[in-house]
């Protein structure tokens, strides 16, 4: 696990319900719990500062570090999508962004092809990506941000031919591809979940300390699928699509393993001074 992508889990699953600041120390400690030096968290924390995603501050000698807007953003996005409730019906239309941004901004061309992305949108043409989730709002919030309003169109519309709508998902994704890798989340959790839930029924001790860590690798990994599942609606997956099946598995280990990690990280954590 990298220590950049473990920062971001810890931040967004214990941190940001805590303040969303915290001493290097704790950071330090939380860490070290998966081997990482502090020198590596340190590291880490820096490139985060460089690239906009933390802001820090300093009371006496001791270095708070807490989520930039920017960094907020992202973790909101992160858990509507992770802890999501069951979706509405589809309605049937798609939103559309469709770009033409100039050679000379090609950096920032494929800043927004990530940023699509991540978002779940699919790319139908090398300019054209399409969504079947409402995402205009969003995109018009990114575009504004990158400033290339000029160079983006933004639509939520019906398709009217020739493919059907799961031949047309066919073209964006490789949803075999995802079913593989939902197929290969549950293989590794599911032993492991019923082992726990066998072990809290004889009574046996789970140290809070395997429970962190348990339950930050369970988030770090089905975090994943926020770059890959598109989070299509129930009408446009295959019949037998292990989407479901994944996220009931993540839910009910999620669910043995948080009260443990909590408390260890309340054992760790220093409530930051007030600013």
Request: proline share 4%.
């Amino acid at each position: 696990m990298k220590p950049q992508s473990m920062l971001f889990t810890i931040y967004g699953e214990y941190v940001r319900h805590y303040g969303s600041e915290i001493w290097i120390g704790s950071l330090t400690k939380l860490m070290g719990e998966f081997g990482l030096s502090e020198p590596a968290v340190r590291a880490a924390i820096s490139r985060m500062l460089r690239q906009g995603w933390l802001d820090s501050r300093k009371v006496g000698n001791r270095s708070y570090y807490s989520m930039s807007a920017r960094g907020k953003n992202r973790l909101e996005e992160a858990a509507a999508r992770i802890y999501k409730v069951e979706a509405a019906d589809w309605d049937g239309r798609w939103c559309i962004a469709s770009y033409n941004i100039p050679e000379e901004r090609r950096a920032l061309r494929d800043q927004l092809r990530k940023e699509l992305s991540w978002m779940g949108f699919g790319m139908l043409t090398t300019s054209t990506w399409i969504s079947p989730n409402n995402l205009a709002d969003r995109v018009k919030e990114l575009t504004e941000s990158y400033d290339i309003k000029d160079h983006v169109e933004i639509f939520y519309a019906e398709h009217l031919g020739w493919s059907n709508p799961k031949e047309l998902v066919k073209k964006c994704w490789n949803l075999d591809e995802i079913n593989d890798a939902y197929k290969s989340f549950i293989d590794v959790y599911r032993p492991q979940y019923e082992q726990m839930a066998e072990d809290l029924r004889q009574n046996k001790d789970v140290a809070d300390s395997y429970c962190f860590v348990e339950k930050t690798k369970l988030v770090h990994e089905y975090r994943k699928f926020l770059f890959i599942d598109p989070d299509l609606p129930q009408e446009l997956v295959p019949e037998l699509w292990l989407g479901k099946e994944a996220d009931q598995l993540f839910q009910d280990y999620y669910a043995l393993l948080n009260p443990g990690a909590v408390r260890f990280f309340e054992d760790a954590y220093e409530v930051a001074p007030e600013q």
